[in-house]
């Protein structure tokens, strides 16, 4: 009577089913968490980090029964802030929660809890603690549970509130179907974040890209202004090449859907730009049957338990197109590698190439979400682009994004290690976004760094191999075009021309303000300048000889005297000054 009394409205709240309270009634007053009797693990070891466990029935089991098990919290907190402080003070919390994620834990302190952090959103549930959110993460069985395709689901999770002082809360793991021995278990009411890292996985799976979807999807996004000046207004931010999706993470969300208007415009940016969630009925009201149809057939949308929906992928307008890219909070080991949303340094050689003279063929290398190559096709509907990314992901985003924006009878996409994909073809002009931040003993943002922003120890390992590779390949008269992060860029001179060679060619570096290491180490680790790993990741660079780190753009010819390359010093913000020029400006600044 007196666990009814305190906990009834929980249990009716949470939905499970009443016939179930009196099993979790008594497991729970005696803590017995006994989830593993009724699972165990299988493990694929080809699969990649964050995506190899999952869980299997160990016996046979009925939906109408009273078996309910229970699964522990290894870890309840209500900010990172308070996340982060326990990490460092609670003695094997980081241990533990690192084998549920399938991190490394041979590591330092500080790399150990950066990859946690970034990793946490993938295992993390949450409930009400009178008015306070309670983050929680289940045990190594529970953060294990995958969730199930829409009527498939054999058994349902539920997380209870009990108020105990020993036993905050706790999950409810029973069976909704008939399940037999060595059934995969699949479940329903999985938190969000593990929903998500699993749906993140299974967009547009094996089906093949039909026109007239893509057709209609854009055809819906331009009737409801989802574009780049219209988006920029109804923000209130300075409207140029794109918009820097970048920029609309964590608190910047909440006030840009503040500032969104509430009608079909604003919902639909609050879907496919912030991620929000809206009602299915809402979004098919917004898109109509078939591009509704467009974005569950390509596994875009993420199913909420309240009848709500959200994107999976942010969608970015950038000049007269739209890009989908992950979102820039889908980082650590989630089971694949994320590829990069729009940021500044994207949208500053977006802005670089479309001042780019025209030609036949063009190569775009390290192409992440397609923008660079297919803008060039876009504004050269003569020319063909080759575009390569080593990750997979970003190869199948790619290809998506051209047919998308009605390019893909000219765009091929490769998957491939820079020039290794394409041989020794020639091409007009040569684009890259390399991955550019210098990662000296792993330090650069630890372990979780993602695939498309480790630059090898000091930054430039794969800058250098694009140039290197560049002059054999680039025509005669051709352009190139890049940006990056440059490592004591007064040395560029001569840098440039050891990596270019003798080929006859013409360069120039416009960079903005130029970092000491500890100011750049506290912008790569995020302003924290007194932590450790900020100190060390200082100290780092400058034992490997680094004095400066500036952001750039790095534009060209081939032509004129061998390998000369000049430097000079732009606008402090030099990508967001690009971003923001016409054509002609950007042009006149590059002297192209």
Known sequence: ????????GSLVSSGLPQRLWRTVFAKAMTQTFDVGTCVSFTMDEDAPCGARYGLVATRTMEPEGEEAFLIDHLWTFESGHVAGLQLTHIRGLAERVAQVLDIDSEQSPEQLHEAIMKTLWTVTGVYDADGTPAIFVMDEVGSRLRPAPVGFGNFALVTVRLGLDDLPAVSVLYPISHVDEGDAVLCTGLPDGMRRRWALQGIFGDIPAEPRDHAVFRAALRRHRFTTADLCASLGVPAGCGLAAQHLSGRARAAADGRLPHDDHGDLARLLLLGLPLPTDRIKALLEDEAFEHMQQYGLLLQHDDDM???????????????????????????????MCVGVDTLGLVAAISSLPSGARALDLCSGCGIQGITYATLHPAATVDLVDINPRAVMIAMYNAALNGVADRVSVQCGDLYDAIGDEQYNAILANPPYIPNPFGLGTSAALPLYGDGGANGEEILAAIVQGAAARLADEGAFALVSNFVNVDDYPTKWAAWWGDAPASFLVLHGRLWDCSEYAALVHDGRREADITTQFAAALTTGGVRTVTNGVAIGRRGGPAGACAVRKGDDDVWQWLALQSAGGVAASLHI
Do not use: M, R, W
């Open 309 to 339: 929906l959200s994107s999976l992928l942010q969608f970015a307008p950038a000049g007269d197109n739209v890009f989908a890219t992950d979102y820039f909070e889908i980082g650590g080991v989630c089971g694949f590698d994320p590829i």
């Open 1 to 8: 009577e007196d666990f009814l009394s305190a906990c009834e």
